[in-house]
């Protein structure tokens, strides 16, 4: 059964920094993609960054390019983003996606709050 858990959310202010985990399970975590996505208060989910399965070959949204890093684990069965220099409008849920095993798939969210 795959599982996706996110985790480190939390309240920040302008400018500083927070790394989000996913801890997954149930599937292959280098056979597959796994993405972030992110949806802020009336506003559609958006991906946020996505790595490959094959190389680990990272994908950005042009809003968080040159901030946002992700990465894997594959011994820690996790995918991780690393986010910097945090804005204002960053603020939203946090989601970890993947079409593992021919399914979609949804963690439950981290909530991160970037505010003065």
């Known amino acids: 059964q795959v599982q996706l858990v996110e985790s480190g959310g939390g309240l920040v202010q302008p400018g500083e920094s927070l790394r989000l985990s996913c801890a997954a399970s149930?599937?292959?975590?280098?056979?597959?993609?796994v993405a972030w996505f992110r949806q802020a208060p009336g506003k559609e989910r958006e991906a946020v960054s996505c790595i490959s399965q094959i190389d680990s070959t990272p994908a950005y949204a042009d809003s968080v390019k040159g901030r946002f890093t992700i990465s894997r684990d594959l011994a820690k069965k996790a995918v991780y983003l690393q986010m910097n220099s945090l804005k204002p409008e960053d603020t939203a849920v946090y989601y970890c996606?993947?079409?593992?095993?021919?399914?979609?798939?949804w963690g439950q969210g981290t909530q991160v709050t970037v505010s003065s």
């Open positions: 149930g599937f292959i975590l280098d056979a597959y993609a």
């Open positions: 996606n993947t079409n593992a095993n021919w399914g979609d798939y």
